[in-house]
């Protein structure tokens, strides 16, 4: 079973910054926090991976909370090509299997 | 550079029929992972392979299904006996170490059973 909870759907403006939402309150010291993004039924793009620290690349960022209870990935510019489902992932780095759960499904509104 | 190839994209299979899943892997990666998305549900681990050996198969169904990754070739996914209920996307994914800090996907190929 998925370990992380995210809510089903969000809306966001063309242009305006996404912010989605991940609660993994069970993580373990040693498991990272992934996200992946699925377009409409093509095979899953990672996207950004952390264990405590903040981390940003060309894609999106990625901020964890002290506790690592919690994230939030964020898309900067959002466009409409970002419309997708979202997954937010737990794994021990190296392990084999990726567990996904049902994501959020991002609309990215013109 | 090339990414993760599947073939064939769709394929479309009666029921009692066999369906042969091929999955080429990225350029200098050795390890390979096969998942099912059913209609409007997440993707599901079934199996993952290094060359020759399977690593971990705790989520293939105990019968009709098997995969394979041969020294030379691309990896196999092969369902016996094909029921309505295997239609699905299946999704080929490659890293260059186990896990690996990213696994790399293909299109996947969508198996219609009629």
């Known amino acids: 079973d998925a370990k992380t909870t995210q809510p089903p759907s969000m809306d966001c403006a063309e242009g305006r910054a996404a912010n989605l939402p991940c609660n993994h309150s069970?993580?373990?010291?040693?498991?990272?926090v992934y996200w992946y993004r699925q377009i409409h039924s093509q095979g899953p793009q990672y996207i950004i991976h952390g264990l405590k620290n903040n981390e940003t690349n060309e894609m999106a960022s990625l901020i964890i909370t002290e506790d690592r209870k919690s994230s939030t990935l964020i898309l900067p510019h959002a466009t409409l090509r970002d419309t997708a489902v979202y997954y937010c992932?737990?794994?021990?780095?190296?392990?084999?299997?990726?567990?996904f759960g049902k994501g959020t499904r991002l609309h990215i509104l013109p | 550079n090339a990414g993760v190839m599947q073939n064939p994209r769709h394929l479309v299979r009666r029921r009692g029929q066999e369906a042969r899943l091929r999955c080429s892997p990225m350029?200098?990666?050795?390890?390979v992972y096969w998942y099912r998305q059913l209609p409007e549900e997440g993707l599901k681990f079934m199996v993952y392979?290094?060359?020759?050996?399977?690593?971990?198969e705790s989520g293939m169904p105990k019968e009709r299904f098997s995969a394979e990754f041969p020294k030379e070739g691309p990896s196999i996914l092969r369902i016996q006996q094909v029921v309505r209920g295997d239609s699905a996307a299946y999704f080929c994914?490659?890293?260059?170490?186990?896990?690996?800090?990213?696994?790399?996907f293909g299109p996947g190929t969508r198996l219609t059973v009629l």
């Open positions: 994914a490659s890293s260059w170490a186990q896990g690996g800090d990213e696994q790399f």
């Open positions: 992932i737990v794994r021990v780095l190296r392990d084999d299997k990726i567990i």
């Open positions: 069970t993580i373990s010291g040693n498991e990272y």
């Open positions: 350029k200098g990666h050795s390890h």
């Open positions: 392979l290094q060359k020759e050996n399977i690593i971990d």
